[in-house]
């Protein structure tokens, strides 16, 4: 999904590789059991993607795409600039 | 090897010193070969001229068919004001340069009041030149100026139109007046937090031509000339991350910059620019004029909303809005309430925090501190109510949602800090590690029992979902909804950890 998060494209576009991804992966209807994610801002999610969602992303925006799994989600918080892709969630080595 | 950076977000990485064909207007082609050798020495790859530069289109064409016209990014400029001219123009310089198209094409020097309104009219050029956006003969539209007034006429057009690309005069002289200065940051905020590409000239002034002006000048000013001066007028320019340089006009003076470019920072930078008399501001003043710029663009965007539905206020006391309006402050009290203890009141022409008596001054003190919003407070016991016909939230938050997404470079510096803090953070003395098990779990109680933090340094990432871009007054603590280390997908099954580790 950090892959598809690019200037440009349409948030849809994000969500219908996920669910591409987890169609390949031998899961297709897991996407249904929890939404994975959006952009973020002053609300935990600000748009959800989701079908039809024509939203562009911009650089300036940030994400947190949640894909999960069962019991297991991964999420990290993505930053958009111009100059591209930053994960500000990333803990110390 | 000169940098690159993002040419704003056309998604082209561009040189960050770009050729300036205005060098060319009177060159012979082999003194037009001589300059266009050092594009290749220096590996520049963006081109910048105009329909008015002389014969430098004509001399960048044979050049161009000979390195390949793909290899650059080709800018050049219509001056011409209405509609018809412009597109003949536009048409003609694809020809001059032997070319399909362009990857951006500007307004030429558009400051002028009357000239404005005209390539804005319905037949104007900017007309002309989306056409030929659309038309596939130019892939992006910016806008250029020179003159002291073109800071405020640029910030007037990019609310007119979403040019892709501004230009326009900086450097240490006439930074050092207060005036160009505080309207050069706020064009620079505006451009930043809409990804416009910033492209400055002038760069290597030393000051508007005195006495000794030669006959026919190839630059509108007095250039530098010493190298060590040149150098430092560059860097200038150049130490401030986000801005492209574009070479002078002057054929000698062009080849400089692009050399000094390759330099190191000189640490005599500071007292360069002291002596020329030029301040740099301080971090707060700095954070404080961004800050009141994005709150006014913000109460602007809250008003077109306005408009396109009709109506003409607004009463927003979500804590979401009020955070994004006033560009972090919440003036909240209980964390589990949806509004604090403010509103927005937008109008028109008005933008005013309502608010309590009891809470007025610590709103003003600290919350809204560098802001300019007049605040409004009445005693508790009077009714707050929504003015009649004015929208609230909720009537606005399909569109909100989407405006609140596009975040500003200062929010990102926010959740930067966020981000590493949370992720320094050691909960009982601990690091977040990655948690993984060998057996099925089946609540998440389960998973806090099991991944319990233990001593080690290997963690790499965990989840931070509820970062609020716009908080400067709560602990990062409080904003991770998920005190868990999440497992990465991907990393080893190491059987999950014990307390005893």
């Known amino acids: ?93 | 090897m000169i940098p690159s950076a993002p040419f704003g977000r056309t998604g082209h990485e561009s040189r960050r010193t770009i050729f300036g064909g205005a060098a060319l207007g009177k060159a012979t082609d082999a003194e037009a070969d001589r300059a266009l050798e050092l594009v290749l020495r220096y590996q520049l790859d963006h081109l910048d001229t105009a329909a008015s530069y002389g014969d430098s289109e004509l001399r960048i064409a044979p050049w161009l068919a000979r390195e390949g016209r793909d290899r650059f990014f080709l800018a050049t400029k219509t001056g011409k004001r209405t509609y018809a001219e412009a597109r003949d123009e536009i048409r003609l310089s694809l020809r001059r340069l032997g070319t399909d198209h362009v990857d951006l094409i500007q307004l030429h020097n558009l400051v002028d009041e009357g000239e404005w309104r005209q390539a804005f009219a319905p037949d104007g050029a900017l007309r002309a030149a989306v056409e030929a956006r659309d038309a596939g003969l130019a892939r992006f539209i910016g806008v250029t100026g020179h003159g002291l007034s073109v800071l405020r006429r640029h910030r007037e057009s990019l609310e007119r139109f979403p040019f892709d690309s501004v230009l326009f005069p900086y450097n240490a002289t006439q930074l050092a007046d207060p005036a160009y200065r505080d309207e050069a940051e706020a064009l620079i905020a505006l451009c930043e937090s809409r990804g416009v590409a910033i492209q400055t000239i002038k760069s290597i002034t030393l000051a508007p031509w005195s006495g000794e002006r030669p006959d026919r000048p190839s630059t509108w000013y007095e250039p530098l000339t010493d190298q060590h001066a040149i150098d430092l007028a560059v860097r200038f320019v150049l130490g401030r991350p986000g801005l492209f340089l574009n070479t002078a006009s002057s054929r000698r003076s062009s080849t400089r910059p692009i050399a000094a470019a390759r330099r190191r920072p000189t640490p005599r930078w500071p007292n360069w620019c002291a002596r020329a008399g030029w301040r740099p501001c301080s971090r707060k003043e700095a954070a404080d004029r961004d800050r009141t710029d994005l709150a006014r663009a913000r109460v602007s965007r809250v008003r077109e909303l306005l408009r396109a539905r009709g109506r003409s206020e607004a009463f927003l006391r979500a804590r979401r809005n009020l955070a994004w309006l006033t560009v972090g402050s919440d003036a909240r009290i209980v964390r589990s309430s949806e509004s604090g203890e403010a509103a927005v009141h937008i109008g028109p022409d008005t933008a005013e925090i309502v608010t309590t008596t009891s809470e007025a001054d610590r709103l003003r003190d600290e919350d809204l501190a560098g802001l300019d919003f007049p605040i409004v407070a009445r005693p508790w016991y009077e009714r707050r109510s929504v003015p009649a016909g004015a929208s609230t939230d909720a009537d606005l938050e399909d569109e909100l949602r989407r405006v609140r997404s596009r975040l500003a470079p200062l929010e990102h510096e926010r959740m930067r800090w966020l981000g590493a803090t949370a992720g320094a953070a050691k909960p009982n003395g601990t690091s977040p590690r990655p948690c993984s098990s060998s057996r099925p779990m089946s609540a998440s109680s389960d998973i806090a029992t099991s991944c319990r933090p233990r001593r080690s340094r290997s963690a790499r990432s965990w989840s931070w979902s509820s970062a609020n871009a716009g908080g400067s007054t709560s602990r990062p603590r409080e904003r991770c909804r998920s005190a868990h280390p999440q497992r990465r997908r991907g990393r080893s099954s190491r059987p999950f950890a014990t307390s005893s580790e």
Do not use: C
């Open chain 1, 1 to 93: 999904m950090h892959e598809r998060t690019r200037a440009g494209a349409r948030l849809r576009d994000v969500f219908d590789a996920a669910r591409r991804a987890y169609a390949e992966a031998g899961y297709p209807d897991e996407w249904r059991r929890l939404h994975l994610g959006g952009t973020i801002g002053y609300q935990p999610r600000e748009v959800v993607a989701s079908f039809d969602d024509d939203d562009i992303i911009e650089p300036g925006m940030a994400f947190a795409w949640n894909p999960s799994l069962g019991a297991a989600k991964v999420e990290d918080t993505l930053l958009l600039t111009a100059a591209g892709q930053e994960l500000v969630t990333r803990v110390a080595e």
